[in-house]
């Protein structure tokens, strides 16, 4: 892996992890409204596999979705404009965290919905498939979403038609307060995958050049025609489920043990063994993504809130007069 990929990878797993950490102290001071979940300690993955796709591919996103969002492309400041509820941002400050989406880079949308990716990665996938392109589609999914019936569905379609869909599974051992093992019939979510006759592959998922390499050889098969494969990265969120969490469903010594882990340290020591970089290159990483956190906040500070009256745009409207969200 040349150097330059592994700089990008450290860039961007500082990137989401800066701007959510500076997202979690707004929030907590009550300067950010609505709700929102952090995917600090799951950097690695998004870092990984959307640094082997290409600009026009696809992904589908989670409620957990910031860290995707960012690593596809996203403009952090018209991120922070949205999460503040304000015109400038992705969703005209009207959708906040759950919901960002960026047409242009692929990013077909973040999802309030748990497992509400997973069709929505058909759709993509059969549409690169009919239009002869060789995108594909990264849906990313927690482990608790692969319980529901989008799962399956979604994986028996796409296999069944041979879609280039690479499924992403950030098992981070807990659906909210519920620890997987305790509503999964398998000891790993890449089992499921022999069900659907595609490969199922299991990597750590902090380890991000691990999850890089299984993305691309995934992405490659499925720009060949090979089909969908499943990817299953093993993770732990570092924090509560969302900001604000009580966290009684777990003990303090196990996040302690998981903090060890940290995909971000772990990956610094690495770089630094290798003779990658500096001491003083990370801190230039670091400071250079401090200023972009600064820049966003202004931006979004700086922006108009939306008017009353765009409450009734970006609606589908179905009869005259009749509002569908
Ligand atoms: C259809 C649906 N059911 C329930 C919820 C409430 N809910 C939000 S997040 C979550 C847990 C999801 O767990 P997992 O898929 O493992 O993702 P993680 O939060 O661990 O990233 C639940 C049950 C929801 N948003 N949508
Ligand atoms: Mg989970």
């Not at 880079?105 to 497992?115: K, M, W, Y």
């Not at 981070?172 to 509503?183: D, E, G, K, L, V």
Request: net charge negative; proline share 3%.
């Amino acid at each position: 892996m040349d150097q330059h990929l592994k700089r990008n990878l450290l860039k961007t797993m500082v990137r989401i992890r800066l701007f959510e950490e500076k997202v979690e102290e707004l929030f907590l001071s009550g300067v950010l409204p609505g709700f929102v979940h952090l995917y600090i300690g799951e950097e690695a993955i998004a870092s990984g596999v959307c640094s082997a796709l290409k600009k026009s591919d696809y992904i589908t996103s989670t409620h957990r979705g910031h860290g995707h969002v960012l690593a596809k492309g996203a403009r952090m400041d018209r991120m922070m404009a949205e999460l503040y509820g304000k015109k400038t941002g992705y969703c005209k400050g009207k959708g906040g965290s759950m919901h960002i989406f960026d047409f242009n880079l692929g990013v077909l949308g973040a999802n309030g919905v748990v497992g509400g990716g997973f069709p929505i990665a058909v759709g993509a996938g059969l549409s690169a498939k009919l239009k002869r392109t060789d995108e594909v589609c990264v849906c990313f999914f927690g482990d608790g979403s692969s319980n529901r019936g989008t799962f399956h569905e979604s994986l028996n379609m796409a296999a069944a038609w041979n879609l280039p869909v690479i499924y992403v599974c950030e098992n981070n051992r807990y659906a909210a307060t519920t620890p997987t093992h305790t509503t999964t019939s398998v000891n790993n979510i890449a089992d499921r995958a022999t069900g659907y006759g595609i490969p199922g592959v299991i990597v750590d998922g902090n380890n991000v050049e691990e999850v890089y390499s299984a993305a691309k050889n995934a992405i490659e098969r499925a720009r060949n025609g090979e089909g969908p494969t499943l990817i299953e990265c093993k993770t732990y969120r570092i924090k509560g489920h969302f900001v604000g969490d009580p966290e009684r469903y777990r003990s303090k010594d196990e996040v302690k043990e998981m903090k060890a882990l940290d995909p971000i340290e772990r990956y610094i020591k690495g770089l630094f063994d290798e003779n990658v970089c500096t001491i003083e290159e990370v801190e230039e990483i670091y400071q250079g993504i401090r200023n972009e956190v600064i820049i966003a906040i202004k931006f979004a500070e700086g922006s108009p809130n939306p008017e009353p009256e765009d409450a009734l745009t970006d609606l589908y409207v179905m009869e005259e007069g009749i509002y569908y969200a």
